[in-house]
């Protein structure tokens, strides 16, 4: 394929019969601090409008030393939250003239340090990431390099700046509200424990037990991953356990949902007295049969509040406050 030549800043100054240090202040937008009239700015713009120039974000960078873009790290892109998130967050580099270089992990610590290691390569000016890891000594040496934020979930202990969801008092809050007097037990189905997410989930439903004054017994916590197949797995087990479905459950995520609803729908019981509650909210919920209540992520919130740091970071800024924990919003539909 036949390389098309660019037009040049020195070609453009050519062309409109001015300097190529005339055309570089009229594009900076300087031509009125330094003067320069209006029929030779209106002449220079008339040339760059008729050979779509667009200025080089290479040149910009070496002269920046900043590539002007952002690394986004996630475990999943058809994962509602994260999608969401994401599409937020590339709205606002978009409008700061920034872009977004969005990887997946599939929540593989492996996959997930080569995919960093590939943005690193990239020169990203700072990295976002909802991170698998459980210790966070591979990021901690990156922010020699670069600032590091962590997106919804929490490596360990880190002090790295993280943003994320109040899923614990969100959790309790449902899961007291589930339970009624004449219920007296209530299932958990969750993904991997080692996750920051699901240990706040997690807590969150034991909260909520103790508030509705419900003793947990063992065998209604269940864990696999957050994969649709794990939620009609715990879903059959439960069901070989008791004879019947549960009268109330949580499920700590929708995807794990859509596998209860599967193994429910799979059984003619999708009309059976159950009462679900889950965390993540889809408007798909408003349409079942069943009335599940849902927890809903402020995406909105958390991009931009991701976002502000991220900015305020590569401007140099002192950080005062780390941890940045969102409240969610519950969607009641059982009432």
């Known amino acids: 394929m036949k390389e098309k030549k660019r037009i040049t800043l020195a070609e453009i ?5 001015v300097s190529k240090s005339t055309v570089s202040f009229i594009l900076n937008g300087k031509s009125e601090s330094l003067r320069i009239s209006e029929t030779t700015r209106k002449r220079v713009l008339e040339v760059v409008e008729e050979y779509n120039y667009r200025p080089s974000i290479h040149a910009r960078s070496l002269q920046s030393k900043r590539s002007y873009t952002v690394g986004l790290v996630i475990p999943d892109l058809t994962n509602f939250g994260f ?3 994401a599409k937020e967050l590339e709205k606002h580099c978009r409008e700061d003239g920034l872009q977004l270089l969005i990887a997946c992990s599939e929540d593989s610590q492996a996959l997930e340090k080569k995919v960093v290691e590939h943005l690193v390569e990239r020169q990203v000016d700072a990295l976002i990431v909802g991170s698998a890891m459980i210790d966070d000594q591979f990021y901690v040496k990156l922010t020699h390099q670069l600032p590091v934020i962590q997106l919804d979930r929490q490596i360990g202990n880190s002090i790295l700046p993280l943003v994320c969801t109040d899923a614990c008092n969100a959790t309790a809050k449902v899961v007291s509200q589930l339970l009624s ?5 209530c299932y958990f189905f969750g993904g991997q424990l080692e996750l920051s997410p699901s240990k706040q989930r997690l807590k969150g439903y034991k909260l909520g037990l103790q508030q509705a004054n419900l003793v947990l017994k063992p065998n209604w916590i269940k864990h696999a991953d957050y994969q649709s197949h794990s939620g009609y797995k715990m879903m059959a087990e439960c069901m070989k356990e008791l004879g019947r479905p549960p009268s109330c459950l949580f499920t700590a995520s929708y ?3 859509e596998g209860v609803l599967r193994y429910l729908r799979d059984h003619q019981l999708l009309n059976c ?5 889950t965390f993540d909210d889809y408007h798909i919920l408003d349409c079942l049969p069943i009335e599940i209540d849902s927890i809903a992520q402020d995406c909105t919130s958390l991009a931009q509040t991701v976002y502000i740091l991220v900015k305020n970071m590569l401007n140099g800024e002192e950080i005062s406050k780390t941890q940045y924990i969102l ?3 519950i969607c009641w539909r059982s009432r």
């Open 255 to 257: 995807i794990l949902l």
């Open 13 to 17: 100054a050519k062309k409109a019969g």
């Open 273 to 277: 007295d159950i009462r679900i509650a």
């Open 83 to 85: 999608a969401s998130i």
């Open 181 to 185: 007097s004449d219920n007296q037990e």
């Open 327 to 329: 409240p969610a919003k």
